[in-house]
């Protein structure tokens, strides 16, 4: 009877600290990143979760984007993260956007994108701490060829 009693209660103790922590990396974050989005054009979230150990490899996410289109991502790290988390974006093996820029890691950033397709977003931390985040693609500006940026 005891056994199951002390299992009970690990159960209960387990469940409490993941809750504890997905209320941390939820809700409250997707509603920090969306306020910090302003009145841009709402297109994708990313819940992002980082384990210990893995943080410095990070995870990836695709997202399809347009040519002559300007975006940003906003980024809401969680309370306790160590370290705030890096995103970056990719086509291929270029780097078209960061939030990690001369030693400072920003909660937005802006990019231009120059040809229709699929994109590849790589979320780190430099520790290897656990750590959460939420992060929102919004729409800024459409561009006509003749207006997009050189």
């Known amino acids: 009877?005891?056994?199951?009693?002390?299992?009970?209660?690990?159960?209960?103790?387990?469940?409490?600290?993941?809750?504890?922590?997905?209320?941390?990396?939820?809700?409250?974050?997707?509603k920090q990143a969306l306020g910090a989005m302003g009145n841009y054009q709402y297109i994708k979230d990313f819940d992002i979760k980082l384990a210990a150990?893995?943080?410095?490899?990070?995870?990836?996410?695709?997202?399809?984007?347009?040519?002559?289109?300007?975006?940003?991502?906003?980024?809401?790290?969680?309370?306790?993260?160590?370290?705030?988390v890096v995103i970056q974006i990719f086509d291929g093996d270029k780097l078209i956007g960061t939030n990690f820029a001369n030693g400072k890691t920003f909660e937005a950033f802006q990019f231009i994108c120059s040809k229709t397709g699929a994109y590849k977003l790589q979320v780190s931390c430099s520790g290897g701490s656990e750590a959460c985040a939420r992060a929102v693609l919004s729409l800024v500006k459409q561009y006509s060829e003749a207006e997009m940026p050189k």
């Open 1 to 30: 009877m005891k056994h199951i009693i002390l299992a009970l209660l690990a159960i209960v103790s387990l469940m409490t600290c993941t809750t504890n922590a997905s209320a941390q990396c939820g809700d409250e974050l997707m």
């Open 53 to 84: 150990g893995t943080s410095t490899t990070g995870t990836k996410f695709s997202v399809v984007l347009n040519s002559r289109t300007h975006y940003q991502i906003n980024i809401a790290n969680g309370s306790t993260n160590a370290e705030k």
